[in-house]
């Protein structure tokens, strides 16, 4: 149990274009999600935590208008990186936490998206 | 101070010995630790959590915890060339939000 997918695993855009990234928790319902973002050889950082049905809350100098995040349902949360620009190629990574569970938090394989 | 601290490695241990990774944190109201496991070019996966002081073993693994000195560690013990992988050490407050470490990068050798 507790399995999180992502869609799609790669992606390969032109600068100026938006790029619509999907979390679903497929097998648990998830209270909350995360979208992680994780240049090369550095750790992850957080970029907003999302509840089903509210507003995401982003971390300090995340800007919300160009990584626009939908929580439609327990089970999908979307990020959409808009006018990306070569700067934003980097790992994107969801997690969701269960609805009735602990602080653990399921992560999804990845997002890989470039920039061109 | 980072809010989470890792020696970056490379770690490089023979297989069959134990590897041990450390982690310390600055944030005295962090409530639950965890570690993480990365392979390159893949999100991390969950190895264990530990909330409170002391020991925890789950098969080879073992986490250690002592909140009075913020410090975390992992044990690996019979190490596989299948361990090699960044390890991640999180931490959580009141919140559930997790921070992260740079890693370590451990390398178990032949």
């Known amino acids: 149990g507790a399995v999180v997918s992502q869609h799609p695993s790669r992606v390969i855009c032109k600068s100026g274009t938006s790029v619509k990234i999907e979390c679903r928790s497929l097998?648990?319902?998830?209270?909350?999600m995360f979208w992680y973002r994780q240049f090369p050889k550095q750790s992850l950082m957080l970029m907003a935590t999302?509840?089903?049905?509210?507003?995401?809350?982003?971390e300090q100098g995340v800007e919300k208008d160009k990584f626009l995040i939908n929580h439609a349902s327990l089970t999908l949360s979307t990020l959409t990186v808009t006018s990306a620009h070569p700067e934003d190629s980097s790992f994107y990574i969801c997690s969701a936490s269960r609805v009735a569970g602990g602080l653990e938090q399921f992560f999804g394989p990845g997002t890989r998206l470039t920039v061109l | 101070q980072k809010e989470v601290e890792q020696n970056s490695g490379p770690l490089s241990v023979p297989e069959g010995a134990i590897a041990s990774l450390n982690c310390t944190y600055s944030?005295?109201?962090?409530?639950?630790f965890f570690w993480y496991r990365q392979y390159s070019g893949k999100s991390p996966e969950l190895i264990m959590f530990?909330?409170?002081?002391g020991d925890k073993e789950d098969g080879r693994f073992t986490a250690q915890l002592n909140k009075a000195s913020q410090y975390v560690s992992l044990l690996i013990r019979d190490s596989q060339p299948s361990d090699s992988a960044t390890y991640l050490c999180?931490?959580?407050?009141?919140?559930?939000?997790?921070?992260f470490g740079t890693g370590t990068r451990l390398q178990v050798t032949l």
């Open positions: 944030d005295r109201g962090s409530q639950s």
């Open positions: 097998d648990f319902q998830a209270t909350t």
């Open positions: 999180a931490v959580t407050g009141t919140a559930s939000k997790l921070t």
């Open positions: 530990i909330y409170s002081n």
């Open positions: 999302s509840n089903e049905g509210s507003k995401a809350t982003y």
